[in-house]
């Protein structure tokens, strides 16, 4: 079984690897800017310290919740309906920190205001984002009452009161959820790993963005249904602009883009710091 998924953990990065180019080849200016200043930012805010201590904690955590697997499930979990320690929840599900940071840098530069997140899970995704911007309407959504009720704890202990929370399965919420509120600047989806759910939450998702929003999918190489599914999302005629690292894809809807696609890889990066061996 472990190696298998290592089989197609290569596969995957190979088919990435194979595309991506460096910043130095990048020709537009749009693109160069997010990769610089949004993807590649390494400065470090205070808020990195004090959030990678909350996540240190979660990852020591003990506590125990019951847990639902909603989604596509874990490639290596086989029980995915149990009681489930928060630490193991914590190493499976949060986004790694340069991920995190990534999602926070974008806030932060493009001044997002109404935020929509699907897939909680513990909340520090949400945290982070709150954290470059803590005036911006945010929506967070989550399957799992026991693990919303933590991520809320979370956002109460760090002074984000007024987080909507979202909970229940993702086909029966999202709809109402996106009629209930204004368009949104930035959506997150960190939900469902298919093919199948991750089209539907994109054409969901569309006529409630705002001319400017920026679309984040998470774990775009998870899978080759998660692959597939990007690659339409990308050429769909609504997006004008796309960015890919191995483990989020980053689409742009601003009719004043020019049209670009681009594959992303740092010189630098080694492949245990992109979850080839995770």
């Not at 020709?27 to 808020?47: C, G, L, Q, R, T």
């Not at 929506?139 to 009161?161: H, I, P, W, Y």
């Not at 959820?177 to 469902?192: A, F, P, R």
């Not at 609504?238 to 594959?263: H, M, P, Q, W």
Request: proline share 2%.
């Amino acid at each position: 079984m472990l190696f298998r998924i290592l089989l197609e953990k290569i596969s995957t990065f190979w088919r990435y690897y194979s595309k991506a180019k460096t910043i130095y080849k990048v020709h537009s200016p749009f693109v160069y800017s997010f990769i610089d200043e949004v993807i590649k930012n390494d400065h470090m805010y205070y808020a990195f310290e004090i959030l990678e201590s909350h996540r240190k904690n979660l990852m020591q955590s003990k506590e125990t919740v019951m847990f639902q697997e909603m989604g596509a499930g874990s490639k290596v979990l086989k029980n995915q309906n149990a009681t489930r320690q928060l630490s193991e929840i914590a190493k499976s599900a949060l986004a790694p920190a340069n991920q995190a940071r990534i999602l926070f840098h974008l806030v932060n530069k493009y001044h997002r205001k109404n935020v929509l997140e699907i897939g909680t899970s513990l909340g520090l995704s949400t945290l982070y984002m709150l954290s470059a911007n803590s005036k911006m309407q945010m929506t967070t959504m989550e399957g799992n009452a026991e693990v919303l009720s933590k991520a809320r704890d979370a956002f109460n202990q760090f002074g984000f009161q007024g987080v909507r929370t979202v909970l229940g399965n993702f086909d029966d919420t999202l709809q109402n959820t996106l009629e209930s509120g204004d368009k949104y600047d930035l959506v997150y989806v960190d939900g469902n790993h298919s093919y199948e759910a991750t089209k539907r939450y994109w054409s969901q998702i569309l006529p409630y963005c705002t001319p400017d929003a920026i679309i984040v999918f998470d774990d775009i190489h998870w899978s080759k249904g998660m692959y597939d599914v990007w690659e339409e999302i990308k050429n769909d005629q609504a997006v004008r602009a796309s960015i890919e690292i191995y483990d989020l894809g980053f689409v742009f809807l601003d009719l004043k883009l020019a049209k670009n696609n681009f594959t992303f890889i740092d010189f630098w990066w080694k492949p245990w710091q992109i979850g080839l061996f995770l």
